[in-house]
């Protein structure tokens, strides 16, 4: 019901919800849009959505428009995860070592996500060595409750 805003989520769409103990029962079921609190990425897809981001700033400044509107509409946690490869093993430093060489290997990439971090609103990088993307969520990101904007509604974290 805070998205209705009779574009993407219409008022049929809140009564479809509001009505579900009649509309669990149609044949088919029924379809209902669905916007997530949040968006949680790993390495494989948050790089390139972070390349689109890029892009479509590049797209929106050679159109004369502002790219720094250009910005996730909700929170999009990208948690980087699977860049590391073992190369060393069976000794106090090999964690150590490994994050050096994935450092080398990978720093144009750590480079442009660092990039990322700063210049949209709304994304939070967690950086490789922080723990897998589950992990990180259900420690670190998963946020229960939400808080509206300029409202004092409450809603639960939804995420995908």
């Known amino acids: 019901m805070r998205n209705c805003d009779n574009f993407s989520i219409k008022e049929q769409d809140v009564q479809k919800i509001l009505n579900w103990e009649s509309n669990h029962t149609v044949e088919g079921g029924i379809e209902v849009p669905f916007k997530p609190a949040r968006v949680i990425l790993q390495d494989f897809t948050g790089v390139p959505a972070l390349v689109d981001f890029a892009a479509m700033r590049d797209a929106v400044k050679n159109l004369g428009g502002d790219p720094e509107k250009i910005n996730p509409i909700c929170p999009v ?13 069976r000794s106090e430093d090999a964690l150590q070592k490994n994050q050096n060489l994935e450092f080398e290997r990978n720093m144009e990439r750590f480079l442009f996500l660092k990039w990322g971090a700063k210049a949209f609103d709304n994304m939070l990088i967690v950086p490789p060595g922080s723990g897998i993307v589950h992990q990180v969520n259900l420690e670190y990101l998963a946020r229960v409750v939400f808080t509206g904007k300029n409202t004092p509604v409450l809603y639960p974290d939804t995420v995908v």
Request: aromatic share 8%.
């Open 77 to 89: 946690d990208l948690v980087i995860d699977h860049s590391i490869q073992v190369d060393f093993a």
